[in-house]
């Protein structure tokens, strides 16, 4: 049984970065090879320096939609929506903040972004009750066109310094609206860095993973095989494809920057144990014992201790090495979390 307890660490506040590092590739870059436990250190603009001709980046091109809005029931009481996934044009899964609200709650959103909103209010009905905090959202009318007027960006519940600019909670490649949370390991790169990269002979590919509830669902069972995983919505195209196919048949490395665009490369290589296009669910819960069938090396954050994303990179680097890099991630002060500093592990 794998015990919650091997995957816990000791943290302390100072160590969680409260704001980007400016510009975005000034974040240090703690390089671990995981066949020998090495540990090297870096500045993230400096990666090329691991990188070789014809390795392929893969990224999440997942924009992060405002998705936390404001709302009152009828009988005044507040509540706060967290959008988690669109079902359908009107419907919605959400996280919600606030007492008693059940199927057949009614809610009327608040506008609190300052920008021009709808000209009738905006309605949502709770429809379905999914557990916990997480309810089934019907809204009055589609809620995407409104959501610029309506919500805010969700920054994670550790991050408690105001994001006065929105658009470093985003890739500088961001283009398919839907995540709930950023692909953090990708708020490192620049537009310059990336051209330099290519420049170099690295190749590129996208997928697209819209994070969700697990981001918020630290694992609470002490067997942490046995945490449920939810679904989030991947999208694996046919160039990703051809180019993941093509790297590995020439001896080169598929690297997925971030958890999320790993997941979405081993979904969809799931079935032939080589990448495929693929556009669906996943529920794929990466645990120590897992085989990995397309990600060669990954770049990631630090992460939370107790959470499925420090399971999967563990499962990746081991355990103990990378526990080991972390506690050397504190001893030479690095950053931790969304707006902290990266790990390459090779």
Request: aromatic share 8%; glycine share 8%.
């Given at each position: 049984m794998l015990r919650l307890s091997d995957f816990d660490y000791p943290l302390p506040p100072e160590f969680i970065a409260q704001e980007p590092a400016e510009p975005r590739d000034s974040s240090r870059l703690l390089v671990l090879d995981r066949k020998n436990g090495e540990i090297r250190h870096a500045v993230f603009r400096e990666i090329g320096e691991f990188l070789a001709p014809g390795d392929l980046l893969v990224f999440n091109d997942t924009r992060v939609i405002p998705a936390r809005l404001n709302a009152r029931k009828q009988s005044g009481g507040k509540v706060e929506i967290l959008l988690l996934r669109r079902l359908k044009p009107q419907t919605w899964e959400a996280l919600i903040g606030g007492k008693n609200v059940r199927p057949g709650v009614r809610l009327e959103l608040s506008n609190t972004a300052g920008q021009a909103g709808p000209s009738a209010p905006i309605f949502a009905e709770v429809i379905g009750d999914l557990g916990a905090s997480r309810r089934v959202l019907r809204f009055s009318q589609p809620l995407t066109p409104q959501l610029a007027a309506l919500g805010s960006t969700p920054l994670p519940p550790y991050i408690h310094a105001k994001l006065r600019d929105p658009e470093r909670y985003q890739t500088v490649y961001a283009r398919d609206p839907g995540s709930a949370a950023a692909p953090t390991a990708g708020l490192h790169f620049t537009t310059g860095l990336i051209a330099a990269l290519r420049d170099r002979g690295v190749r590129t590919a996208f997928v697209t993973l819209h994070i969700g509830l697990d981001t918020f669902a630290p694992i609470t069972e002490e067997n942490v095989e046995a945490h449920e995983i939810h679904a989030e919505w991947i999208?694996?195209?046919?160039?990703?494809?051809?180019?993941?196919?093509?790297?590995?048949?020439?001896?080169?490395?598929?690297?997925?920057?971030g958890t999320t665009s790993v997941r979405a490369l081993e979904t969809a290589s799931g079935i032939t144990g080589r990448v495929a296009a693929f556009e669906g669910d996943?529920?794929?819960?990466?645990?120590?014992?897992?085989?990995?069938r397309a990600t060669d090396a990954m770049i990631t954050n630090f992460h939370l201790p107790r959470s499925t994303l420090l399971v999967m990179v563990s499962a990746f680097?081991?355990?103990?090495?990378?526990l080991n890099a972390y506690d050397e991630a504190r001893r030479t002060g690095y950053r931790f979390y969304s707006f902290g500093d990266a790990m390459f592990i090779l």
């Amino acid at each position: 049984m794998l015990r919650l307890s091997d995957f816990d660490y000791p943290l302390p506040p100072e160590f969680i970065a409260q704001e980007p590092a400016e510009p975005r590739d000034s974040s240090r870059l703690l390089v671990l090879d995981r066949k020998n436990g090495e540990i090297r250190h870096a500045v993230f603009r400096e990666i090329g320096e691991f990188l070789a001709p014809g390795d392929l980046l893969v990224f999440n091109d997942t924009r992060v939609i405002p998705a936390r809005l404001n709302a009152r029931k009828q009988s005044g009481g507040k509540v706060e929506i967290l959008l988690l996934r669109r079902l359908k044009p009107q419907t919605w899964e959400a996280l919600i903040g606030g007492k008693n609200v059940r199927p057949g709650v009614r809610l009327e959103l608040s506008n609190t972004a300052g920008q021009a909103g709808p000209s009738a209010p905006i309605f949502a009905e709770v429809i379905g009750d999914l557990g916990a905090s997480r309810r089934v959202l019907r809204f009055s009318q589609p809620l995407t066109p409104q959501l610029a007027a309506l919500g805010s960006t969700p920054l994670p519940p550790y991050i408690h310094a105001k994001l006065r600019d929105p658009e470093r909670y985003q890739t500088v490649y961001a283009r398919d609206p839907g995540s709930a949370a950023a692909p953090t390991a990708g708020l490192h790169f620049t537009t310059g860095l990336i051209a330099a990269l290519r420049d170099r002979g690295v190749r590129t590919a996208f997928v697209t993973l819209h994070i969700g509830l697990d981001t918020f669902a630290p694992i609470t069972e002490e067997n942490v095989e046995a945490h449920e995983i939810h679904a989030e919505w991947i999208y694996v195209p046919e160039e990703t494809e051809r180019a993941a196919c093509e790297a590995h048949a020439q001896g080169r490395r598929v690297i997925a920057v971030g958890t999320t665009s790993v997941r979405a490369l081993e979904t969809a290589s799931g079935i032939t144990g080589r990448v495929a296009a693929f556009e669906g669910d996943t529920r794929l819960y990466i645990t120590p014992g897992y085989r990995f069938r397309a990600t060669d090396a990954m770049i990631t954050n630090f992460h939370l201790p107790r959470s499925t994303l420090l399971v999967m990179v563990s499962a990746f680097a081991g355990r103990e090495r990378i526990l080991n890099a972390y506690d050397e991630a504190r001893r030479t002060g690095y950053r931790f979390y969304s707006f902290g500093d990266a790990m390459f592990i090779l």
